[in-house]
């Protein structure tokens, strides 16, 4: 689609998506945030009544969310790349679902230390708080990953991509000379 003036016309994403992508990073980077505070606290607090199972585990989803916590900020700050955000939020994705999916499936067998009565229930009831929350984030990064890929959808329908693409010049140069350096080779 060609604007009066026969140029292409630069497309934006809508303002509506833009300020919700900041909203939802915001809550991501808060959730994260907190989540690292919070599993900071109970590995400190809790240390010697955690196996050491879920001791790594715990310091594992406190590195993965401390990397959240880095990673939301520098994509909210970089322009808007669909491509590049959708490979970002699936390497979240990756990390997150694998460290609460491995909690979930250790929870049933791992058990607190033998402590007097009070202090296995609290250990107890924390693990238990550990396991559910830890889907809090993936759970957010999917929500955004689904409207990222609806608004990609519905933005291809609306306004094909424009033939100055740079990246898909880019990408075409890049194919081209290596399918001309072949058949040089081949000669």
Request: glycine content about 4%.
């Amino acid at each position: 689609m060609l604007a009066d003036d026969g140029t292409i016309p630069d497309i934006r994403e809508p303002p509506l998506f833009m300020r919700t992508r900041s909203l939802s990073f915001s809550c991501i980077i808060f959730l994260s945030f907190s989540w690292t505070i919070f599993l900071s606290i109970v590995l400190f607090l809790q240390w010697d009544m955690l196996d050491h199972t879920q001791r790594s585990s715990i310091a594992i989803m406190l590195c993965i969310n401390a990397i959240t916590v880095i990673m939301m900020p520098i994509l909210l700050l970089q322009p808007f790349r669909p491509w590049l955000d959708a490979a970002r939020f699936l390497l979240l994705i990756i990390l997150h679902f694998g460290i609460a999916g491995f909690i979930v499936s250790r929870d049933s067998t791992s058990q607190c230390s033998a402590q007097p009565g009070d202090q296995a229930a609290v250990c107890s009831l924390i693990i238990l708080f550990v396991t559910i929350a830890s889907w809090l984030v993936p759970v957010l990064v999917i929500g955004y990953l689904c409207g990222l890929t609806f608004l990609m959808f519905r933005l291809s329908k609306l306004h094909p991509a424009p033939e100055g693409d740079i990246e898909k010049q880019d990408f075409a140069s890049r194919h081209t000379s290596s399918t001309q350096s072949q058949s040089t080779i081949r000669s």
